[in-house]
């Protein structure tokens, strides 16, 4: 099987198949990505065509020197989902979630319900991120949550949560190197 | 600002979430500075990862056709480059065969020159001349 850079160099060459490879690899978490911002099945099916679409337009631009091609979709679809949400002057999923204290964020109801997955490799990353998650102290996960799906910056998130800055910034900090240890460690 | 502090950013900047003038500053920092780059880089493949636990479903079934179907109607910005290589190899060699062509023209017109002063040369020289080379003599 072709890596994911591999089919972005086709892609860049104007090889359509490759853009539905990568699509079958990666459309189902853009969609997720998008689906915790916009909070709109309609609306993340267009973020998720808008992703793609990018993807193909700027595939020439990619350096497989500077991140993988699922960190740089997921931030294609992070720009589109947050410029998308912004333009319907609306706040985003993650947002409203955080603001219902008891609902407990976007990721946490553990997905438990999720179909089963076909491609065991996505399975196994999904299990290793919904577990580490899962380790984080909620206030790390929900500060991480409210700048990465709900587009907010650090003080913007004090702000919404009635917390110091300091308090925050060391929040997410924490959160995100536990994350990374978390996740590279058990690769 | 010492080199920990700077490295303290890369996290949030991972996430999106430094304000306006710090980000401008971590950004131009970040130019310079290959470890926080490569600190951005591994926290951006943590971010990336942040959707694979969310519980959202499918998107539309009929969602990868139109990509498909959006893609084919706009080609890939690096794809041009062989279209406009292409392109710039035809107008080379239009550009080379008129070249050509002018050349063999002008080659024609000199070949038909030569041959006509040859024949005006045969004509001067031969023995049965006439008024103009008894003239010479």
Request: with cysteine.
């Amino acid at each position: 099987m072709d890596s994911d850079s591999s089919m972005v160099a086709r892609m860049a060459a104007g090889d359509e198949r490759a853009l539905g490879e990568l699509y079958d690899r990666h459309a189902r978490v853009a969609y997720a990505l998008a689906y915790a911002v916009v909070g709109e099945r309609a609306d993340a099916d267009e973020v998720v065509v808008d992703t793609f679409g990018q993807a193909w337009r700027t595939a020439g631009q990619f350096e497989s020197g500077r991140g993988s091609v699922a960190a740089w979709l997921a931030t294609i679809a992070r720009t589109r989902a947050l410029d998308l949400v912004r333009a319907r002057g609306r706040r985003s999923r993650a947002l409203e979630r955080a603001a219902q204290l008891a609902a407990g964020g976007v990721a946490s109801p553990v997905a438990a319900g999720e179909p089963a997955d076909r491609d065991a490799e996505r399975a196994e990353a999904r299990r290793l991120v919904t577990r580490a998650l899962a380790e984080l102290p909620e206030s790390q996960r929900r500060a991480i949550e409210l700048a990465y799906f709900g587009g907010l910056s650090q003080s913007e998130i004090a702000t919404e949560l009635g917390e110091p800055l300091g308090t925050v910034k060391t929040r997410i900090r924490d959160g995100m190197t536990k994350l990374r240890e978390l996740l590279r460690g058990a690769t | 600002m010492t080199e920990h502090e700077w490295l303290a950013l890369a996290a949030p900047y991972a996430l999106g979430a430094l304000d306006g003038e710090e980000r401008a500053a971590f950004e131009a920092h970040l130019a310079q500075c290959a470890q926080c780059r490569a600190e951005v880089a591994s926290f951006r493949e943590v971010a990336g990862e942040l959707a694979l636990a969310i519980p959202a479903g499918e998107p539309a079934p009929g969602l990868r056709n139109r990509v498909i179907a959006e893609a084919r109607r706009v080609r890939p910005l690096a794809s041009r480059l062989p279209w406009l290589a292409a392109a710039a190899g035809i107008v080379l060699a239009a550009l080379l065969g008129g070249a050509w062509w002018q050349e063999r023209a002008a080659r024609r017109t000199l070949e038909a020159r030569v041959a006509e002063q040859s024949e005006v040369l045969a004509t001067l020289l031969a023995p049965d001349v006439g008024e103009i080379g008894r003239a010479h003599v």
